[in-house]
């Protein structure tokens, strides 16, 4: 009800959505007020309508003269949409960025109006994707700092894990009803997450896992059983080999003189291959040489995917401590999203590692 006490119909502010009881059209006081920054608009002393004047204001600015309201208005909205993308520093705003300019530049007093000229999303929808990069840009140098000061991933201890994973959860959302500019930004922000955070962070000290993680995010080839990607080079051949985990497994089939193993399940149960490892298959082939050392050829199989996220029980009994659980139970759950995003996307790789003289310490 308006003080006349006349009806009023209910506006609701283009930018933050809420409704609001003033005689604009398209925005409220507080966020028309922050409009004039944003668009670098100088705000005027004397004006009646300020609303109207940063109509007009934005015409000028982008030089252009005696449009119609309409056009106008269609002008400010498409300002508006590039003010918000160019404060967010992501890939995807790229080519949204050029069809604004490309607005801007069709709309003129020659050309009729068409729906087309203007933003293909809400205001509000820029509005809410601008909010959640800043709080993302936060939550990421906080995140950095944090992970910095540790040298090892078992320094980081279960309450700061807790914080840092949560504060990134909101852009592992997978709701239906997230706009598409949502759906661009979070992909992009996660995929940061996982570069940034986690292969550059977290898993800085398990290289196999930081490796396949990157691929996952880069891999535009498809490796599929009949067709994968095979990791075969001295790097991975000295890492696995070194890994106190690696040779307990294998120790257990080298009996007698020859192994020749295939297609036997594996589970890594710590560090680096419990990470980067899930539910592989092991192949082995070898003989016992007369210094007693193993000539060894050891292949694991498996698929990179997250698609099923994991209940934190299975990891458990895996890592020494509960805070160990929640990084890796918490970090399946964002990669299940992740996958169902496309930014983590599954392929299949064989590791071939070989040593021609293992010995079996017992
Ligand atoms: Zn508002």
Redesign the pocket.
């Known amino acids: 009800m308006t003080k006349k006490g006349k009806v009023c119909e209910e506006k609701k502010?283009m930018?933050?959505n809420?409704p609001?009881d003033y005689r604009n059209d398209m925005?409220?006081r507080?966020?028309l007020n922050n409009l004039y920054k944003q668009l670098d608009i100088s705000v005027p002393k004397y004006t009646l309508n300020k609303e109207k004047h940063l109509i007009n204001a934005v015409s000028h600015k982008n030089s252009k003269y005696f449009l119609n309201k309409e056009k106008k208005k269609a002008l400010l909205k498409n300002a508006i949409a590039l003010s918000y993308l160019n404060l967010i520093k992501l890939d995807f705003t790229e080519k949204l960025k050029k069809e604004l300019v490309d607005n801007i530049r069709n709309i003129s007093v020659f050309k009729p109006l068409v729906a087309s000229m203007e933003p293909v999303y809400l205001l509000n929808s820029f509005y809410k994707v601008y909010n959640y990069y800043v709080k993302f840009d936060k939550e990421l140098s906080e995140a950095k700092s944090e992970l910095k000061k540790s040298t090892k991933i078992e320094d980081i201890d279960e309450t700061k894990d807790k914080t840092i994973l949560n504060g990134f959860s909101f852009i592992f959302n997978s709701s239906k009803e997230l706009s598409p500019l949502h759906h661009m930004a979070f992909y992009d922000m996660q995929y940061i997450f996982w570069e940034t955070v986690v292969v550059g962070g977290y898993l800085f000290d398990k290289p196999l896992s930081g490796y396949l993680l990157r691929l996952s995010l880069n891999n535009k080839e498809e490796y599929d059983e009949e067709n994968p990607l095979i990791i075969e080079d001295e790097y991975y051949n000295k890492l696995l080999f070194g890994y106190d985990e690696f040779k307990r497994i294998i120790n257990k089939y080298l009996k007698g003189k020859e192994v020749n193993v295939e297609n036997q399940n594996v589970e890594f149960l710590e560090g680096d291959l419990l990470f980067a490892i899930h539910g592989a298959k092991l192949n082995i082939k070898g003989n016992k040489k007369e210094n007693g050392n193993w000539d060894l050829t050891v292949e694991i199989v498996d698929k990179y995917d997250y698609t099923d996220p994991k209940e934190p029980k299975e990891y458990t009994t895996s890592f020494g401590s509960k805070s160990k659980n929640i990084l890796a139970s918490t970090l399946n759950n964002f990669a299940a999203v992740s996958s169902s995003y496309g930014v983590i996307r599954p392929f299949n790789y064989v590791i071939k590692v070989k040593n021609n003289d293992y010995k079996v310490k017992d």
Do not use: D, L, V
Request: charge should be positive; charged fraction near 10%.
């Open positions: 502010c930018i933050c809420k609001f925005f409220g507080g966020c």
